[in-house]
């Protein structure tokens, strides 16, 4: 498999996963909801994999529209897709050319200046293309121009830059390791991955809280419409009750009572906004009706209101209120209206209220919807006959039908208000096939939250909608959603800024390391080739002068045989000058084998109090002709075998005691030794010179405070005896007590010689 194909099917599937995801997490799921994820992920593969991978895009897009569509039911156009794969491709193909630079020559890492610059190009800036697109299209999916889309802005742009800048840095450490350890590689993607997927729990969480908040809000509407609407029926059939009492109670009721007993019932708030009384009338009845009220009326559903064709039974109404404007219905046959209500014979058969479907009544200048209440009237007295009684067909005498016209818009209107939330109502009657609107228009559903309810009223089924105002991306959003959403963003913008932070340190403090290294290499180089040359200069400069100097050599001794008495002073003090003059050469040449690392200090058991013995002799032989003295002291806490370099202590030694003299302006020294023993068979050796008439107490408190001075600069000779010393691990200093006295200290770091090493230094010396 190539690596092209290979890059389109990892493609194909982190699209697939993204997708799924978005649409599992994000409740309520919309055309909207996935674009964000999407064109965050396409931002890290296309600087990834590069931009051939936006064929991949633009078909799984495609692909992905066609089935939300069909899947979630969601009205998605080909405006909205093709606004999206645009807006996709432009923002990934502009973080990929504002990034190029850092992504190839692989810097982006290198410093946290330049890790800081590269995520806010991959997201917060490129996302805002991502975010303006979705308004426009959540303009056209909800066919709104107007609303607030902010929290839908800042949600998609917080989206895509929460994808952009957790799986970018992650795929370009899989491809190149920036430096780092496997381990620290390890660390990052696992800690990236484990704050994504908190970030989406929390993301969840939120939905789902703010989903159950949403659905008992609904719940709650719902059971206070239902309660409403159920009290508003009450109120009206109370009324209707009330009537149906009213007109049992009397034998006969006139058109005064009846308006005097319906105005005392208007004067309540109520739906009802007509009542009629339409008594039993028989074929035998009907000339007498028609003297004492009006003429029988009835009207098919195509005809003209005419005179009622002969029947058994009539029912027309015969009281209305109020009159004015519905007097046109007095003397109007119920029972001809089977079309629109219930047949009487099914009033007749019943004791208790009957609703009738909708019907259109015309109210003013325009039709409203009302629904008419009919409450069988049943006379308590079977003997009792009145004018409009008959009470030979049926088991019970029926004096008539009350009717109530209640029509619901005005208290429909106001249910939006008692829900005490934006909401749009659609009331419609299902109880037949053919389903007739009470209250509303037909609504759009898209991105709202739905609710249903199902009313039985009085034999007529009625079902409520309850549907958002507003989709769920305009609506106005509470504190804690926001809280959350900035919370979420920028805490995981953080997060991973501060673990990428930490590599991007690191890397800058190898880059660091690895430039000072360098630099320490190169100065190394420069100062051994230094070293080398001053070395090599004095060299030759020491062969060169050797030459001539053993040639004055030869003439001193030849001056010696050859010269007079007198002369043999001056002779003396030319051949001392010349001798000088040789060991100054040959400190020089030490001292520059120990700066270029060529004078190297051995480790080797002898014997510190015979060496020490042989020193004081030499010193004593050399002193006596000058009239000077070095005495010399050995504390109890020197050791008698050591193991250092017996050479290198003779030679800076006695370069000290040389100069002491002239160092102290005095003739008469005093040398002790003593020794500090350390830990793991280790000690100090010190030398401690002070003047001969205070010996005894300087000896015991040499180390008074005092002015430390450096002795490198009296002489060559004490600038060897310094370079020495820290050749050897110590040093040498020269101090002032607060007495005035001065005391010069030398120390050097020694190894004690164990009793195996003791034994075969002593059998080799008595051996030889």
Avoid at 40 to 45: K, N, Q, R, V, Y
Wanted: some cysteine; charged content about 15%; overall charge negative.
């Amino acid at each position: 498999m190539s690596t092209k194909l290979r890059g389109f099917s990892l493609a194909f599937v982190i699209y697939l996963i993204v997708c799924v995801s978005t649409a599992l997490f994000i409740v309520p799921f919309s055309f909207i909801s996935f674009i964000g994820p999407i064109a965050g992920m396409t931002t890290a593969l296309v600087i990834f994999l590069g931009t051939s991978i936006l064929w991949v895009t633009t078909a799984v897009v495609i692909v992905l529209s066609s089935f939300i569509s069909w899947h979630f039911n969601l009205d998605i156009n080909l405006a909205m897709v093709i606004i999206t794969v645009l807006a996709i491709m432009l923002q990934s193909y502009w973080a990929k050319q504002i990034t190029l630079a850092e992504v190839y020559q692989q810097n982006w890492l290198q410093s946290r200046q330049a890790l800081l610059t590269f995520l806010f190009k991959i997201g917060p800036l490129t996302a805002i293309v991502c975010a303006s697109a979705i308004l426009v299209i959540t303009m056209l999916d909800n066919k709104m121009l107007t609303g607030n889309l902010f929290y839908t802005f800042i949600s998609s742009w917080s989206a895509s830059v929460l994808f952009a800048i957790f799986f970018t840095p992650l795929l370009l450490l899989i491809k190149k390791p920036q430096q780092l350890t496997p381990s620290k590689r390890f660390f990052i993607i696992f800690a990236s991955s484990l704050a994504f997927i908190a970030i989406g729990l929390l993301f969840k969480i939120s939905q789902t809280v703010q989903l159950h908040e949403r659905q008992n809000m609904f719940m709650q509407m719902k059971g206070d419409i239902k309660q409403a609407i159920e009290q508003e029926i009450a109120l009206a059939v109370s009324k209707l009750n009330s009537l149906s009492a009213f007109i049992k109670a009397s034998k006969e009721v006139s058109s005064s009572e009846f308006n005097l007993f319906s105005e005392q019932v208007f004067k309540e708030d109520s739906a009802i906004r007509a009542l009629e009384w339409a008594p039993i009338v028989e074929q035998a009845q009907r000339a007498r009706y028609e003297q004492q009220a009006t003429s029988i009326m009835e009207q098919s559903n195509t005809e003209k209101m005419k005179v009622a064709l002969e029947r058994e039974v009539y029912a027309p109404v015969h009281y209305v209120y109020p009159s004015l404007s519905n007097s046109i219905i007095l003397g109007f046959d119920v029972l001809t209206n089977s079309t629109d209500v219930l047949t009487m014979t099914d009033i007749m058969a019943r004791d208790d209220i009957v609703a009738s479907a909708p019907i259109n009544l015309i109210q003013d200048d325009y039709s409203n919807p009302g629904v008419l209440f009919y409450l069988p009237v049943h006379d308590v007295d079977k003997h009792t006959e009145s004018l409009f009684i008959n009470n030979s067909q049926y088991k019970r005498s029926l004096l008539g039908v009350a009717v109530a016209v209640v029509q619901f818009e005005d208290f429909f209107n106001q249910m939006p208000a008692l829900a005490k939330y934006d909401i749009d109502l659609f009331i419609e009657d299902v109880s037949s096939t053919e389903s007739y609107i009470l209250f509303g228009m037909q609504l759009n559903n898209s991105n709202r939250h739905v609710e249903q309810l199902d009313l039985v009223i009085y034999s007529r089924h009625w079902r409520i909608n309850i549907v958002d105002q507003q989709p769920w991306q305009m609506q106005q959003k509470d504190w804690q959603t926001w809280g959350m959403l900035f919370g979420v963003t920028f805490g995981g913008i953080l997060f991973q800024l501060l673990i990428l932070m930490m590599a991007a340190y690191s890397s800058e403090l190898s880059a660091q390391v690895m430039r000072k290294t360098q630099e320490l290499i190169i100065s190394k180089d420069q100062s051994e080739h230094e070293s080398i040359a001053k070395t090599n200069f004095l060299n030759t400069l020491n062969k060169e002068l050797q030459t001539p100097l053993q040639a004055i050599s030869l003439f001193i001794e030849q001056l010696k045989k050859t010269q007079q008495q007198q002369q043999q002073v001056t002779i003396n003090n030319i051949d001392l000058a010349q001798k000088n003059m040789s060991q100054l050469l040959d400190m020089v040449i030490d001292l520059s084998k120990i700066e270029s690392g060529e004078l190297i200090v051995k480790s080797d058991p002898f014997d510190l109090h015979g060496f020490l013995m042989r020193i004081d002799d030499i010193l004593k032989a050399q002193n006596m002709s000058k009239n000077r003295t070095i005495t010399l002291l050995i504390d109890s806490s020197v050791p008698h075998f050591i193991n250092s370099d017996e050479l290198r202590i003779q030679q800076f030694l006695m370069a000290l005691c040389e100069c002491i003299h002239d160092l102290y302006a005095m003739k008469n020294i005093r040398l002790t030794v003593k020794a500090h023993s350390h830990q793991l068979n280790t000690a100090t050796l010190l030398f401690i010179f002070t003047e001969h008439i205070n010996a005894q107490v300087e000896a015991e408190a040499p180390f008074v405070d005092y002015i430390s001075k450096d002795i490198s600069q009296y002489s060559t000779q004490m600038a060897m005896v310094k370079e020495v010393c820290q050749l050897m691990k110590g040093d040498v200093s020269l101090g002032v007590t607060n007495s005035g006295e001065k005391i010069l200290t030398a120390a050097i770091k020694i190894i004690k010689t164990t009793n195996e090493q003791q034994l075969t230094y002593q059998t080799d010396v008595f051996d030889s």
